[in-house]
T-cell receptor, first 114, second 114 residues
Framework: GNSVTQMEGPVTLSEEAFLTINCTYT??????LFWYVQYPGEGLQLLLK?????DKGSNKGFEATYRKETTSFHLEKGSVQVSDSAVYFC?????????????FGSGTQLTVLP | ETGVTQTPRHLVMGMTNKKSLKCEQH?????MYWYKQSAKKPLELMFV???????ENNSVPSRFSPECPNSSHLFLHLHTLQPEDSALYLC?????????????FGEGSWLTVV
């Protein structure tokens, strides 16, 4: 079956530090890959996505590259801010009939200290 | 404003009550979803509706009853819930199965069963 394994948190960094959150996946076929972010008290927001191997998704200074050879989609940011404190979810998605199916990782809590 | 609106944002109900969660999407999508987010567990897909037909029911107990009267609205009817059903319930929508089509989430309804 499909599964996503994320780096366990919580992760605590100082402002302007470099961030990496590891994500690897197991899937049959070629899924699309996503990072979602959940700020305190809110729902999930799409952060970035990649739909095929070697694609790089980017948004708000965050980047992730779809690596088929290592089945990975690690999230990186060069300089984090306090406002980046949130829970980050890696997910893979397939089409299922006329709907989409997402499989999520367990989430990684990030806290950025001033 | 995410395009997916959920009400109420917070709900406290007794185990013998009947209540409903409502979701409305303003994005013109044709698929809608209910997810459950519990503490320290990955997001769980509960129900999928595509073109107002239920296409997925992931072994969800019958005390949860979904309803999709049209492509813009989705309900989750709740009755005789248990305390372990306390969680964040997230509604989402997407436009068809195309590669890369994104699932958009609402802000969630926090449910507490007492």
């Amino acid at each position: 079956g499909n599964s996503v394994t994320q780096m366990e948190g919580p992760v605590t960094l100082s402002e302007e530090a470099f961030l990496t959150i590891n994500c690897t996946y197991t899937a049959t076929g070629y899924p699309s890959l996503f990072w979602y972010v959940q700020y305190p008290g809110e729902g999930l927001q799409l952060l970035l996505k990649a739909t095929k191997a070697d694609d790089k998704g980017s948004n708000k200074g965050f980047e992730a590259t779809y690596r088929k050879e290592t089945t990975s989609f690690h999230l990186e940011k060069g300089s984090v801010q306090v406002s980046d404190s949130a829970v980050y979810f890696c997910a893979l998605g397939f089409s299922s009939g006329s709907a989409r199916q997402l499989t999520f990782g367990s989430g990684t809590q990030l806290t950025v200290l001033p | 404003e995410t395009g997916v609106t959920q009400t109420p944002r917070h709900l406290v109900m007794g185990m013998t009550n009947k209540k409903s969660l409502k979701c409305e999407q303003h994005l013109g999508h044709n698929a809608m979803y209910w997810y459950k987010q519990s503490a320290k567990k990955p997001l769980e897909l509960m129900f999928v509706y595509s073109l107002e037909e239920r296409v997925e029911n992931n072994s969800v107990p019958s005390r949860f009853s979904p309803e999709c009267p049209n492509s813009s609205h989705l309900f989750l009817h709740l009755h005789t819930l248990q305390p372990e059903d306390s969680a964040l319930y997230l509604c989402a929508s997407s436009q068809g199965p195309g590669v890369g089509n994104t699932i958009y989430f609402g802000e969630g309804s926090w449910l507490t069963v007492v």
